[in-house]
C-alpha cells in the first residue's frame, strides 16, 4: 500500500513563494505519474501540475509559468515550486499518485496553502 505525506503549505503574501513536498511511501511501479490537485471549498478538485516518472509534465492553464513541478525518484519525492502566488491561488493542495498499469490512485491528506495579506 502506497502512503503519501504533503508538507510546506502554510501562509504567504500575495506575490510570494512556497514549495510543496510529497513523499511516497510503499511499493511504487516503475510507470507512474505524480502530481497536485488543488480544491476550495464548494468547487470541483483540479488539476495544478503533474509529472511522469521520466519527467514529461503538464499544467493547469491557470498556472501560467508560475509554478514548476519537479521529482526525484530515488527519494520518490514530488515537489511543486509556486511563485507570484495570488490570493486565488488559496486551497488545500493534494498528492496523488496515479498507477496506470494497475488502474490505481493514490491520494495525500492535503496541506493549505493561504495566500493573504
Not at 500500500?1 to 508538507?7: D, P
Not at 497536485?36 to 521520466?54: H, L, N, P, T
Not at 501560467?64 to 507570484?84: C, D, E, H, P, W
Not at 493534494?94 to 496553502?113: A, I, S
Amino acid at each position: 500500500q502506497v502512503q503519501l505525506v504533503e508538507s510546506g503549505g502554510g501562509l504567504v503574501q500575495p506575490g510570494g513563494s512556497l514549495r510543496l513536498s510529497c513523499a511516497a511511501s510503499g511499493r511504487m511501479a516503475a510507470t507512474n505519474f505524480m502530481g497536485w490537485y488543488r480544491q476550495v471549498s464548494g468547487k470541483d478538485r483540479e488539476m495544478v501540475a503533474f509529472i511522469s516518472a521520466g519527467g514529461g509534465t503538464t499544467y493547469g492553464d491557470f498556472v501560467k509559468g508560475r509554478f514548476t513541478i519537479s521529482r526525484n525518484n530515488a527519494k520518490k519525492t514530488v515537489y511543486l515550486q509556486m511563485n507570484s502566488l495570488e490570493p486565488e491561488d488559496t486551497a488545500v493542495y493534494y498528492c496523488k499518485l496515479r498507477l496506470p498499469q494497475y488502474d490505481k490512485d493514490f491520494w495525500g491528506e492535503g496541506t493549505l496553502v493561504t495566500v493573504s495579506s
